[in-house]
C-alpha cells in the first residue's frame, strides 16, 4: 500500500480510501459479518483512511468503525461528514433496518429503490448548534476523542452562517475534537468556490477519469494552496464498461495533487479487488 500527505493537513493516509457508505445501510448486499471481515482485512492490507458521514446507515456506519477500531490505530485515520439529515425517520428506520434489510437483500430492484426514497427524504442542516450536536454524536458513535478529518457534507456555496459555521469548526479544533476540517463538494465548480475559504484544509471532490481533464483547475490550485484532495465516486459514468479497475485508478493516483482516492467496499471481494487494482495503478504510476 502507498501513502501521501493530504495536503498541509499533517495527515499522510493510505493513496487508497474505503468508502464507508454502504457498510452499514438499509439496502447494503452483505451481512453484518462479511462488512466487519471486509473493514478487518482493509486494515490488514495496509489502508488507513476510512470514509463516513453521521448519515450513513443512519449512524450506524460510524457505529460500527468505533466498534471494531476503537480509539482508532497505529496511523489510522477516521474521516466523517455532517450537514445532510433524513429528520425524524432517521430512528424509524434505524429500528426497522434487521428486518428490512433482510427482505431487500434478495431483490435489487427493491434495493434500489429504497435507497433512492431515502435519498429523496435528505435535507441540509448547516446551522451551528446542529452541527455542533453532530460532531459530539459522532464522537460518541466513532469512540473517539478527536476526529482526525471533518467535512461539512455538500454544503450549498451560499451556507448561511458560513463565518459562524466556520468560527464552530476552528473551536472544535481548538478544543481538540477535531484535527483538521473541510468541505465535501457537490461539484467541480463549487469546489473552486471553497477554495477560496482559507479555513479549508481538505476538499472531496467528485471525480472519474472522465472527468479528470475539467478538474484540473481545481487540482493545480489546490495543490499551490496545500489544500488536501479526496477523490470520490471514482466508478462513476461507466468508468468500468470500457476497462479494469486498476483502468479506472490509473489516471487518478497518476495526479500528485489527489491524495486519496475513495473506492465503496462492502465485503471482502471488493477490498481484494481494490487493493490489487490500487497496487497495479501504483506500480504503472510515475507520481510517487
Request: proline share 4%; aromatic share 6%; with cysteine.
Given at each position: 500500500m502507498q501513502y501521501r500527505k493530504l495536503g498541509n493537513t499533517g495527515l499522510t493516509p493510505s493513496v487508497l480510501g474505503f468508502g464507508c457508505s454502504m457498510i452499514a445501510s438499509l439496502a447494503t448486499r452483505y451481512s453484518r459479518t462479511e462488512v466487519e471481515a471486509s473493514l478487518r482485512e482493509a486494515r490488514e492490507a495496509g489502508i488507513t483512511f476510512f470514509d463516513t458521514a453521521d448519515v450513513y446507515g443512519q449512524g450506524d456506519s460510524e457505529r460500527l468503525l468505533g466498534k471494531l477500531f476503537r480509539?482508532?490505530?497505529?496511523?489510522?485515520?477516521?474521516?466523517?461528514?455532517?450537514?445532510?439529515?433524513?429528520?425524524s425517520m432517521e430512528p424509524v428506520v434505524r429500528l426497522a433496518k434487521p428486518v428490512v434489510n433482510s427482505i431487500l437483500r434478495r431483490w435489487r430492484t427493491a434495493r434500489v429503490a429504497t435507497t433512492q426514497a431515502r435519498r429523496r427524504q435528505e435535507r441540509q442542516c448547516f446551522e451551528p448548534d446542529y452541527l455542533s450536536g453532530r460532531i459530539e454524536g459522532s464522537l460518541r458513535r466513532l469512540n473517539v476523542d478527536r476526529i482526525d478529518l471533518f467535512l461539512l457534507h455538500n454544503p450549498p456555496v451560499d451556507v448561511p452562517q458560513r463565518d459562524a459555521v466556520f468560527e464552530l469548526l476552528t473551536r472544535f479544533m481548538a478544543q481538540g475534537k477535531l484535527r483538521q476540517f473541510g468541505v465535501s463538494c457537490r461539484s467541480l465548480d463549487e469546489a473552486q468556490v471553497w477554495l477560496g475559504q482559507p479555513d479549508v484544509t481538505c476538499v472531496q471532490i467528485p471525480i472519474d477519469r472522465s472527468r479528470i481533464e475539467a478538474a484540473i483547475p481545481v487540482l493545480e490550485r489546490a495543490q499551490a494552496q496545500q489544500v488536501g484532495v479526496i477523490a470520490r465516486e471514482v466508478f462513476a459514468h461507466d468508468v468500468l464498461a470500457k476497462g479494469s479497475v486498476s483502468d479506472a485508478l490509473g489516471p487518478l493516483v497518476e495526479r500528485a495533487e489527489i491524495g486519496v482516492v475513495l473506492a465503496g467496499m462492502s465485503c471482502r471481494r471488493h477490498v481484494q479487488e481494490n487493493v490489487r487494482a490500487m497496487d497495479v495503478a501504483m506500480r504503472c504510476s510515475h507520481v510517487a
Amino acid at each position: 500500500m502507498q501513502y501521501r500527505k493530504l495536503g498541509n493537513t499533517g495527515l499522510t493516509p493510505s493513496v487508497l480510501g474505503f468508502g464507508c457508505s454502504m457498510i452499514a445501510s438499509l439496502a447494503t448486499r452483505y451481512s453484518r459479518t462479511e462488512v466487519e471481515a471486509s473493514l478487518r482485512e482493509a486494515r490488514e492490507a495496509g489502508i488507513t483512511f476510512f470514509d463516513t458521514a453521521d448519515v450513513y446507515g443512519q449512524g450506524d456506519s460510524e457505529r460500527l468503525l468505533g466498534k471494531l477500531f476503537r480509539s482508532g490505530g497505529e496511523g489510522m485515520i477516521l474521516c466523517t461528514k455532517a450537514g445532510l439529515t433524513v429528520g425524524s425517520m432517521e430512528p424509524v428506520v434505524r429500528l426497522a433496518k434487521p428486518v428490512v434489510n433482510s427482505i431487500l437483500r434478495r431483490w435489487r430492484t427493491a434495493r434500489v429503490a429504497t435507497t433512492q426514497a431515502r435519498r429523496r427524504q435528505e435535507r441540509q442542516c448547516f446551522e451551528p448548534d446542529y452541527l455542533s450536536g453532530r460532531i459530539e454524536g459522532s464522537l460518541r458513535r466513532l469512540n473517539v476523542d478527536r476526529i482526525d478529518l471533518f467535512l461539512l457534507h455538500n454544503p450549498p456555496v451560499d451556507v448561511p452562517q458560513r463565518d459562524a459555521v466556520f468560527e464552530l469548526l476552528t473551536r472544535f479544533m481548538a478544543q481538540g475534537k477535531l484535527r483538521q476540517f473541510g468541505v465535501s463538494c457537490r461539484s467541480l465548480d463549487e469546489a473552486q468556490v471553497w477554495l477560496g475559504q482559507p479555513d479549508v484544509t481538505c476538499v472531496q471532490i467528485p471525480i472519474d477519469r472522465s472527468r479528470i481533464e475539467a478538474a484540473i483547475p481545481v487540482l493545480e490550485r489546490a495543490q499551490a494552496q496545500q489544500v488536501g484532495v479526496i477523490a470520490r465516486e471514482v466508478f462513476a459514468h461507466d468508468v468500468l464498461a470500457k476497462g479494469s479497475v486498476s483502468d479506472a485508478l490509473g489516471p487518478l493516483v497518476e495526479r500528485a495533487e489527489i491524495g486519496v482516492v475513495l473506492a465503496g467496499m462492502s465485503c471482502r471481494r471488493h477490498v481484494q479487488e481494490n487493493v490489487r487494482a490500487m497496487d497495479v495503478a501504483m506500480r504503472c504510476s510515475h507520481v510517487a
